[in-house]
């Protein structure tokens, strides 16, 4: 068995005691070397400023930028999002609230049975992960390229329904209205409603 090594007491230890290790200073850089340095900054002045005036000039946003939520309507209207709530449970940070309603012949918000009856974002927690995007499974729920969420009181920044909703497009009918004639809510889901049928229209 080895002897264990006592530790030197402070005051057996001195100046001459620290082992002393020499540092290589090579000293200041050839010139051609900090020419070479130099012209990296002076090719810079001749290119191109990035520098983008904003608000009166706003860069583009790349094709998968996580901004504002969109709630997404079918091609006849009717709303996408059946009320789930599993995006509210995917969301880490917990800044969705949803509530689901039900669907009746003179309330018919979406196709099925449920509804979204209240769905609100709050963007004073989101953190723009995209995990309610990957866990909704009608694609209701998309992300758009809007970056401009300031303001100047924090109730603004919790979303409604209202606000997340997206725009009626042409052909689109406002619901709440019937199902596309002779469709279930299979046939919406794998897109085979491609815009309202008159007889929407007349009973809308």
């Known amino acids: 068995m080895t002897d264990l090594i006592e530790p030197r007491k402070s005051s057996e230890l001195g100046i001459n005691s620290v082992p002393f290790v020499e540092v290589e200073q ?6 051609l070397e ?10 810079t ?7 983008v ?5 706003k860069a583009p946003t790349a094709p998968r930028f996580h901004g504002r939520h969109q709630l997404n309507r079918h091609p006849d209207g009717l709303e996408k999002c059946i009320g789930c709530e599993l995006c509210a449970w995917a969301c880490p940070a917990d800044a969705i609230f949803v509530e689901g ?11 099925g049975e ?3 009856a209240v769905y609100q974002i709050n963007y004073l927690r989101c953190i723009f992960c995209g995990l309610c995007v990957e866990a909704c499974p009608t694609r209701a729920l998309t992300m758009t390229n809007e970056y401009e969420l300031a303001d100047d009181k924090r109730e603004k920044l919790i979303f409604e329904k209202e606000d997340l909703l997206a725009p009626l497009r042409q052909g689109m009918l406002a619901p709440p209205h019937p199902m596309y004639p002779g469709m ?4 919406y889901y794998n897109g085979e409603v491609t815009q309202a049928h008159p007889s929407q229209q007349e009973q809308n």
């Open 53 to 57: 005036q904003y608000p009166d000039v």
């Open 26 to 31: 090579p000293g200041a850089a050839p010139l």
């Open 184 to 187: 279930t809510d299979t046939n």
């Open 34 to 43: 900090q020419a070479k340095g130099f012209w990296v900054t002076f090719s």
């Open 45 to 51: 002045m001749f290119k191109k400023n990035q520098t």
């Open 101 to 111: 309603g039900d669907n009746t012949p003179g309330n018919q918000l979406s196709p």
């Open 114 to 116: 449920r509804h979204g």
